[in-house]
């Protein structure tokens, strides 16, 4: 079933419960509806049946049993479902799946929650010996305020010993399933560097700054900080799509200069940039905020509501659960949780699914593929991870032979928290991916990356992505001649505008990157939305732009300033894949020429029967118009909308841009099925 054709878009979307949306297609159910079912509860015990009155009490218990069934003989028709009771499964450990585990086509093995129950695996440990802090000399420290509202836990105590650090993939508080946020300053935004004292300049391009991570503040804040155990700090230390966590060595609170632990920032630092400092006791200031003396084992914590009514816990297993050369293998309805690193990973094999679940408060990603074939992670939804969402990799770039993973149908927000930059909710490596009806929002830097050939970007709606960064794209990839063939169609980008509204981009084909179409999108509100950064045959056609600034931007780089890469990196990724073979010769016929048809030009670049209206239409650049062929294009005429106010971006029938050529776009398949089981 389809979404309905009301717009604006971000209308259409159905907020995900913990019962997800399953795509159609792609993502139907992988439940066998006949076939062997064992049962798992939290109060079974692995030395039952695994009946539903006589349940296992662990995965592991389960996998061993399938295992039996399949040492006895063939899977049943149908398959094997261990279905799991509602409640929470503690895992202090990765939940571990081989290819000994797996099923067939025609009997999968699937693991899901029990109809209408919430299953949680969960890598925490619940936090339960809280009591008001009476050392003085903690006391001390914390503001007026937080005195009397700040609670301690002892985690040793409760078995917990191993903390990591606090700059990352360490432990983290989580309460009301919501992550925490470590003592800051300050406790929104950043403050700038005022000056540079470290003495070893750098100068990019007439940018200046320094190597060394010595650097000064404004104000006398951190004179507070004295005796504070290990602090850190997080900036944007040269570029603001470049950011890094240093452990803070000294601070001269008398002339306002703080010092970082090498290694430091690979660009260095400059006046204006802008960090905040963390994991700092006394800026435990206000409600939400937490704090672990690594050395005691002690954490203080600021409820931002009742205890008692809430869950708090503290993260302790890295990974929940990993598939290695497994087949036919699926996860269904589960809530997978609160681990320090990724959540899924599956590495190989063929035909993995992961469906209808959530995946939240993780230290890294949600789910990453590697290898293998045909895994697909279909309606789920993913929030507050540390790093990205969903990494798909896989396919052979030398014979061009499709993987056929698929990331369907999810709800990807609020990803990045940890690793700001370069940590997409979708990325795309290899061959033959494809990313589709998926909503993402809210995240510092990317929605979807990709590399590789022949993927698949479509029915996606990406809005307020890029808000920490300028120099980003919501879709990006970059510097490379071979990586040819991939389409973006009919995807629905809006609000994205930058850090503090600096600008960013939309579709961002970054240094001299080629042979991608970008066709049938609406970008409502986007800076530079389609961007060609001295690429080539490239098309962006049957587009439409509304109050984007500029709509089209396409320049000659390779021409001038980054000339140098033509002869290094191009050069150098072009020779790495077979493109003088017959098989490349026929697939992108237009490479074959490359190396004696001017390189460094962005010559083959089509820009056809787009509209674009409000905003500024064109950010070509002289040197590059030269070699685009424009065609058709509606620019800032009347397109007859049928409701622009209220986002409403379908052409009435007697819209000039069909005249044009223009074909209309689907957009009531735009964003999240609607399908449920």
């Not at 602090?231 to 803070?248: A, I, K, L, M």
């Not at 979807?448 to 022949?454: E, L, P």
């Not at 049938?520 to 962006?540: E, M, P, S, Y």
Request: positive net charge; contains cysteine; proline residues 4%.
């Amino acid at each position: 079933m389809r979404a309905t054709a009301l717009l604006p878009l971000c209308m259409v979307v159905v907020w995900l419960t913990a019962a997800g949306v399953c795509a159609a297609g792609a993502g139907e159910t992988t439940v066998p509806s006949r076939g062997k079912v064992l049962h798992v509860a939290p109060g079974g015990s692995d030395t039952n049946a695994g009946t539903r009155d006589r349940p296992l009490a662990t995965l592991e218990a389960a996998r061993e049993a399938v295992r039996k069934l399949k040492a006895a003989g063939p899977l049943p028709t149908g398959g094997v479902t261990v279905v799991l009771a509602g409640g929470t499964y503690e895992r202090k450990a990765a939940f571990h799946l081989t290819a000994a585990d797996s099923g067939t086509a025609g009997a999968p093995i699937v693991y899901r929650a029990a109809k209408g129950a919430e299953v949680r695996l969960t890598g925490g440990k619940a936090v339960t010996n809280f009591r008001p802090v009476t050392d003085k000399a903690v006391l001390a420290r914390l503001d007026a305020e937080a005195r009397g509202k700040v609670v301690q836990a002892d985690l040793k105590a409760l078995g917990v010993a191993d903390y990591g650090q606090a700059g990352g993939g360490g432990l983290e508080l989580f309460f009301r399933d919501r992550p925490m946020t470590l003592a800051r300053w300050p406790n929104e935004e950043f403050v700038k560097i005022t000056g540079l004292v470290g003495g070893k300049p750098v100068n990019v391009r007439g940018t200046k700054g320094d190597r060394i991570g010595k650097f000064m503040y404004a104000g006398d804040r951190p004179k507070r900080w004295a005796g504070e155990k290990d602090v850190w700090v997080h900036g944007y230390w040269f570029w603001d799509w470049s950011d890094q966590r240093h452990g803070v060595e000294s601070i001269d609170t008398a002339r306002r200069i703080i010092s970082v632990k090498p290694p430091y920032h690979g660009y260095g630092y400059r006046v204006g940039q802008w960090f905040y400092a963390f994991n700092v006791l006394a800026e435990l200031d206000r409600p939400g905020e937490w704090y672990l003396d690594r050395q005691t084992g002690v954490l203080y914590f600021w409820p931002p509501s009742d205890l008692l009514k809430g869950r708090a816990t503290v993260s302790v297993a890295g990974e929940l659960v990993r598939m290695q050369g497994t087949s036919h293998v699926a996860l269904e309805g589960l809530t997978l949780e609160a681990a320090r690193g990724t959540a899924v990973t599956i590495t190989g094999g063929k035909a993995n699914r992961l469906t209808d679940c959530v995946l939240r408060n993780l230290g890294a990603w949600a789910v990453r593929v590697s290898g293998g074939s045909g895994a697909a992670v279909t309606g789920c939804e993913i929030h507050h991870t540390g790093e990205g969402g969903i990494g798909l990799s896989g396919g052979s770039r030398k014979s061009l032979t499709p993987a056929g993973h698929e990331a369907v149908s999810n709800h990807i927000h609020h990803y990045g928290r940890w690793h700001r930059m370069y940590k997409s909710a979708i990325s795309l490596s290899g061959v033959g991916l494809r990313a589709a009806h998926n909503l993402i929002h809210d995240a510092p830097h990317m929605a979807v990356s990709f590399g590789g050939n022949d993927h698949v970007i479509e029915f996606n709606e990406i809005h307020h992505v890029c808000q920490e960064s300028n120099d980003a794209g919501a879709i990006y990839a970059g510097r490379d001649w071979t990586m040819r063939g991939t389409v973006i169609r009919h995807n629905y980008l809006h609000h994205i505008q930058g850090f503090r509204a600096r600008g960013c981009v939309g579709v961002y084909l970054d240094d001299m990157f080629c042979g991608t179409q970008i066709v049938g999108n609406v970008f409502h509100k986007v800076t530079r939305a389609a961007f060609i950064g001295g690429g080539r045959d490239c098309l962006v056609a049957n587009n439409i732009f509304v109050d984007c600034k500029p709509a089209l931007h396409i320049d000659a780089r390779a021409m001038g300033w980054a000339s140098y890469h033509v002869k290094t990196t191009m050069t150098t990724r072009l020779n790495a894949m077979p493109w003088r073979d017959e098989l490349w010769r026929r697939r992108y016929p237009k490479l074959v020429s490359i190396l004696a048809d001017d390189p460094a030009a962005p010559k083959g670049n089509v820009v056809a029967r787009n509209v674009s209206v409000g905003g500024r239409w064109d950010g070509v650049h002289g040197a590059a118009r030269k070699y685009v062929t424009f065609q058709d294009n509606l620019i800032d005429g009347d397109p007859h909308f049928v409701d622009r106010p209220k986002g409403d971006f379908r052409l009435r029938d007697d819209s000039p841009a069909y005249k044009l050529g223009f074909k209309r776009i689907p957009m009531e398949k735009i964003g999240l099925l609607r399908e449920r089981r």
